[in-house]
Structures are given as C-alpha cells and as structure tokens.
C-alpha cells in the first residue's frame, strides 16, 4: 500500500523530497435519536469503520492540487486565491475548498499541498462522507501548521462550510460524530447545548451490521422540510401558555391539545424517540433484549407516526429480522431511502449478509451491501510516508 502511495504521487504530482502525511477520517452512523437534532433532543451516532483517508503532501506551486480516487475532476487552485467561491463546475472539490475558505475566514492561511483521498465510505448513502471529507480536510491542514486545534472546533467549522459553502442546512451530528468517535463507545450528543458524554458499548455476543440499500434519496428533501414544520407547528401549540420547551422534552400527556392529527403524531415520534435514547444510554452497556427492544420500537415510531421509513427501509427491516439472529433493526437517516442497521448475534453474521442481499435483491432488485462496524475514534493521524 504504502508503496503504491508513493508511486501514485510521483505520477500524480512528481517526485518530492518532503514526506507524505496520512490522515484518516471515519464515517458514522446514528444509532438512535432520529429527527431529534432539529427539535432540541440528543442523538446516538458513532464512527464507524469505512471511512476517507487522506495523503497530503506540502509542495513549491503555492498550489491545492486534488485528486479522489473515487472521482475523475481534478482540482488546483493558487492557495493564495483570496476568496474561494462555490462552483459547480468543482464538484465534489467543493467539498474541501469549503473547509479551506472558512479557514481561511477564520484567519489561517497556507502553503500549496496536494492532496491524494482514498476512500471506502459510500458517497450520498447517508454515512457522511460529506462531513468526513470536510472533517478531514480541516484536521490535515491544521495538523500539519502545528494549530492546535480542538475537535468540537473543527466540528463546528466543518457544519460552517456545509451550511455556508455546500448551502445544506445540516445539523451538527454528522461533523461532530466524525470528528469526536472513541473506539467502542457511543456518543451521546445534546446537539441544541453541544454536551455530550461517552457510552460504552458491550453487546455481548452481537454485532452491529449496516445496511446499505443502496436506493436513492431523491424524494427526500420535500418531506424533511414537511416534517420540519409539521413539529414546529406541534412545539408551537404545546408552548402556547408562554412555555418555551423544545419538542423533545415535551410531556406525552399534553399531546391531545395540538389540533392537527399530523403534528400531533410527530410530536408523539420525537418526544418517545428521546425517551428512547436516554433508555439507550444504560441498556447499550449490556441489556441486550432492552437495546433491541428499542431499536425495533424506533423503526415502528418513524414509520407510524413520524411516516418517513417508505417501502425501501420497511423492506429492509423486515428482511433483517426475518433472518435467524437478528433482534433488532431500523431504518437511520432521514428517511425512505438510503442505509439502516441490523443487530445480529455475532455467529449469524456471515449467513446473515449473504441472505439478506440476496433476499433485498428479489423483493425490490436493488444490491444491497451489508458492513460490519465496531464504533472506531474519529479523524486521527496514521502516519507518514
Ligand atoms: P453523504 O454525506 O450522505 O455521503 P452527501 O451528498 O452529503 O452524502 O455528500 C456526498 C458528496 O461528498 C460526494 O458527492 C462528493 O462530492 C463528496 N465526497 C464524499 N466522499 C468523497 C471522496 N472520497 N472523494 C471526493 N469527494 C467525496
Ligand atoms: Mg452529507
């Protein structure tokens, strides 16, 4: 590998005398607490072990020269450009050159680099590769000007670059979670105060697998912003007497004053989704049937009353738990498409995989992929070269 590094670099960007840096940044996945970041309530996500690794290396052009292994546009650009502006005709060096300009707003500047990402996360799945790239991205340059720099820090400007530059309106999560993993744990994450706390994570005999369908997320703008006002409207009606508590924290028993059937029926998915991330916080440490119980019960609330799991991930969750040794699944993400995880006990895994893709692929004829993931640390330094 690192032989094949350094020759990818020689034909790439020549030959250097300076040393290639390796930097690696994982994606995540959010365990439970869904649609709970945008109504005040906490989420569950951990790093996982597909990710972006980075090599970058400084050279002489005063130049961000780019490459990805998984896109064909390469990107240079002076890295004295005053202002880096958003341009389709980047693609994904969007990504990148994003982080790089709120840096650079942020008063740092630097030298020319090139820059070699290699990757085995699924783009545009719901894994986060955008917030690893960014992540990433972020860690390396600050890394390597002796910036010291901390990891909330880089979080926050990564969800800068995302909602400024890229121009998604993304919660922190994503960026969070990629940046603050810790092997074998949880994060427990209030994403409205930023606390959060480390959960281990025993299973005792179980895996968590995800399962990617790889189906298209295309419909699902429209109804993220549906969803979004319909809790608004359901927060609004329940602080009506001058209150102001977020949705999450609401109290079940006053759910029958919100006149609108719909908003009643989120409000009931958000508020017993955080009653089931904080029950998660014990149960995740070694109440197996507890852990699944919830899970399953998280998948039910967002497909009955949140109504955002669609055919795909209904689908997939039935597939899973029809399978010998699987307790627990439920869709992740924002909804209707894209990946969702299975708990399976740790001998079935293997069958588990392959029925599971094929049984995916008869009933909807999509390939589904399945990985298995321990939770991992965050961006971090390999090594060099
Ligand atoms: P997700 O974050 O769910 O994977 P997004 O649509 O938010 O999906 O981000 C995906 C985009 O991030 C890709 O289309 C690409 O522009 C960029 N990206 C992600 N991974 C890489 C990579 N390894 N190399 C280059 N660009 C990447
Ligand atoms: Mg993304």
């Known amino acids: 590998m690192e032989k094949n590094i350094d020759q990818i670099f020689k034909r790439l960007f020549g030959t250097s005398n300076h040393?290639?840096?390796?930097?690696?940044?994982?994606?995540?996945?959010?365990?439970?607490?869904?649609?709970?970041?945008?109504?005040?309530?906490?989420?569950?996500?951990?790093?996982?072990?597909?990710?972006?690794?980075?090599?970058?290396?400084?050279?002489q052009e005063m130049k961000f020269r780019m490459f990805s292994s998984d896109f064909e546009k390469?990107?240079?650009?002076?890295?004295?450009?005053?202002?880096?502006?958003?341009?389709?005709?980047?693609?994904?060096g969007n990504y990148p050159l994003g982080i790089i300009e709120i840096l650079k707003q942020k008063g740092f500047s630097f030298d020319g680099y090139d820059f070699y990402f290699k990757s085995n996360l699924p783009t545009g799945a719901g894994l986060s590769s955008s917030a690893a790239i960014e992540v990433l991205t972020a860690f390396a340059l600050l890394d390597l000007a002796a910036e010291k720099i901390d990891r909330t820090q880089i979080a926050l400007w990564a969800k800068e670059a995302e909602n400024n530059f890229i121009g998604v309106a993304c919660g922190i999560m994503d960026q969070f979670a990629v940046a603050m993993g810790k092997n074998g744990h949880l994060i427990c994450l209030n994403c409205e105060t930023m606390d959060y706390s480390y959960v281990?994570?025993?299973?005792d005999g179980y895996s968590i697998l995800i399962l990617?369908?790889?189906?298209?997320?295309?419909?699902?703008?429209?109804?993220?912003?549906?969803?979004?006002?319909?809790?608004?409207e359901a927060e609004n009606e329940l602080?009506?007497?001058?209150?102001?508590?977020?949705?999450?924290?609401?109290?079940l028993k006053h759910l029958d004053i919100i006149p609108s059937e719909n908003a009643r029926k989120r409000a009931q998915?958000?508020?017993?989704?955080?009653?089931?991330?904080?029950?998660?916080?014990?149960?995740?440490?070694g109440d197996i049937d507890l852990v699944a119980g919830l899970i399953n019960a998280s998948h039910l609330s967002l497909k009955n009353d949140f109504e955002v799991t669609g055919e795909y991930l209904d689908r997939?969750?039935?597939?899973a738990l029809r399978q010998d040794g699987c307790i627990a699944s439920r869709m992740t993400g924002a909804g209707f498409a894209g990946c969702g995880l299975a708990i399976v006990e740790n001998e079935k895994v293997s069958s588990f995989k392959n029925v599971f893709v094929e049984q995916y692929k008869d009933a909807l004829g999509f390939d589904a992929e399945v990985y298995t993931c321990n939770p991992q640390n965050g961006v971090h330094k390999v090594g060099e070269i």
């Not at 998915?269 to 440490?285: F, G, L, N, T, Y």
Request: charged fraction near 20%.
């Open 239 to 251: 602080n009506k007497n001058g209150n102001s508590t977020r949705l999450a924290h609401a109290d």
């Open 19 to 59: 040393a290639i840096h390796h930097y690696h940044c994982p994606g995540r996945l959010n365990f439970i607490g869904e649609h709970l970041d945008y109504n005040g309530g906490s989420v569950m996500p951990f790093a996982i072990e597909l990710g972006i690794d980075l090599y970058i290396r400084p050279n």
């Open 74 to 92: 390469q990107i240079i650009l002076p890295s004295d450009t005053e202002k880096i502006q958003y341009s389709k005709d980047n693609g994904w």
């Open 316 to 319: 997939m969750q039935e597939i």
């Open 269 to 285: 998915h958000v508020i017993s989704e955080q009653s089931r991330v904080i029950a998660m916080k014990d149960a995740i440490s």
């Open 200 to 203: 281990p994570v025993n299973l």
């Open 212 to 232: 990617n369908t790889k189906t298209s997320r295309s419909l699902e703008h429209s109804y993220f912003n549906t969803r979004r006002a319909e809790c608004e």
